[in-house]
C-alpha cells in the first residue's frame, strides 16, 4: 500500500470487512444540515460546512483516522468534493466513495419550483433520445420510470469520473417508493445497469430491510449489498428489531448498518457493542463533524470487531 505524503498516515489495520468492504465508512449528513433528532444541529451544522474547505477539512480528519471510504449523497457540493480529489490524487491513494444516488432533495426541490416535467428537463441531457420525447411529454405519459432512473445515474454519475467508485447505491426514498409502488423491474434494472455501465456492485439503502430482501430474492439477485438503519433501540427500522436481527443471522447479503447512534439517541459505547454484536456485518456508517468524535467511534468500532471476531 502507498504510503500518503504529508501529515497523512498510513493503515495500521486491514481495512477489509468480510466480503472486502471497509469495516468503517465515512457518510455526509451532517455536511448537509441532515439530523433526523435535531432541527437545531441540523442548521448549525449546514452552517458551517457552507465551504467546502470546511467539508475537506473532516474528510482528511477522517481520512487520518484510517477512513478511506466516503459514502455520499450526489449533493451538488459533492462535486466540488470530488474536484478536490481528482487535483490531489496523490494526496489520497486508495480513496474510494460509494455515491447513493439519486439525491431526492435536489429533485424534490426542483419539481416543487419548476413543476414534473420542467425538472425532468433540467437534469436529463437533451440530447438523449428521451430529453428529446420529454419536451412533449411523451416519457412521462408513458411512465418510462427505468429510462428516466438510468439517464439519472448516468447524469450523477458524471461528478466521479475518474475516481474509484466499487460501489453504487439507490437512495432509500427512490428504493422504497418502487417496494410500494411494487416496480420491482426497476430495481432490476438499477442491478444490471450499475455492473454494465460501471463495473460496480449495486447498493440498496432502504427503511425496511426484511421487505426488500423478499423482493431482490424474488428478482433473482444474489448476495446483495443492503444499507438499513440497524439500532439497538429500532429507530427507523421498518418491521421492528426482531425481524432485523432474524434477517442478518440467517439471510444471504451483504449487511451495511447505518444511524447505529439513532442520531444521539444510543451512547456510543452501546451502539457499537450492539451494531457489532450482529453476525455478518460487512460495515458500519457513520458521520461525525469532528476528529476527536471520528477517532472515538473508529476505535470502538475496531476494538469492539477485534473482540467479537
Do not use: W
Not at 2 to 31: E, H, Y
Not at 55 to 80: K, N, P, S
Not at 178 to 204: I, S
Not at 257 to 282: D, F, K, W
Amino acid at each position: 500500500m502507498s504510503t500518503p505524503r504529508g501529515d497523512v498516515q498510513p493503515l495500521l489495520k486491514p481495512r477489509a470487512g468480510v466480503n472486502g468492504m471497509d469495516r468503517v465508512l465515512f457518510g455526509d449528513n451532517q455536511f448537509f444540515g441532515v439530523n433526523h433528532m435535531s432541527e437545531e444541529k441540523a442548521r448549525a451544522q449546514a452552517m458551517r460546512f457552507q465551504d467546502t474547505a470546511a467539508i475537506i477539512q473532516v474528510l482528511d480528519a477522517a481520512y487520518q483516522e484510517g477512513i478511506r471510504t466516503f459514502m455520499c449523497t450526489t449533493h451538488d457540493r459533492v462535486a466540488e468534493v470530488c474536484d478536490h480529489f481528482r487535483a490531489n490524487r496523490e494526496k489520497y491513494p486508495d480513496y474510494t466513495f460509494y455515491p447513493c444516488m439519486p439525491y431526492a432533495h435536489k429533485y424534490a426541490n426542483a419539481v416543487t419550483e419548476h413543476g414534473m416535467l420542467e425538472a425532468l428537463r433540467k437534469f436529463l441531457p437533451e440530447e438523449n433520445s428521451l430529453g428529446a420525447m420529454l419536451k412533449g411529454g411523451m416519457a412521462l405519459a408513458n411512465k418510462d420510470i427505468e429510462k428516466i432512473l438510468q439517464l439519472l445515474v448516468d447524469a450523477e454519475m458524471k461528478m466521479f469520473r475518474g475516481l474509484n467508485t466499487p460501489v453504487i447505491f439507490l437512495q432509500n426514498v427512490i428504493t422504497d417508493l418502487f417496494l410500494g409502488l411494487n416496480l420491482k423491474p426497476v430495481l432490476r434494472m438499477f442491478h444490471d445497469h450499475v455492473r454494465k455501465a460501471y463495473g460496480a456492485e449495486p447498493g440498496y439503502i432502504t427503511m425496511n430491510l426484511p421487505r426488500l430482501l423478499d423482493v431482490l430474492d424474488e428478482l433473482g439477485i444474489e448476495n446483495p449489498i443492503v444499507c438499513a438503519n440497524i439500532n439497538k433501540i429500532g429507530f427507523r427500522m421498518c418491521g421492528g428489531i426482531p425481524a432485523y436481527e432474524q434477517a442478518i443471522a440467517q439471510r444471504r447479503f451483504r449487511p451495511v448498518a447505518m444511524s447505529v447512534l439513532a442520531s444521539g439517541a444510543i451512547p456510543p459505547e452501546e451502539a457499537v457493542a450492539y451494531v457489532c454484536g450482529q453476525p455478518r456485518i460487512e460495515s458500519i456508517v457513520f458521520g461525525a463533524s469532528s476528529r476527536a468524535n471520528i477517532r472515538h467511534t473508529k476505535q470502538l468500532i475496531d476494538q469492539m470487531s477485534m473482540a467479537l471476531a
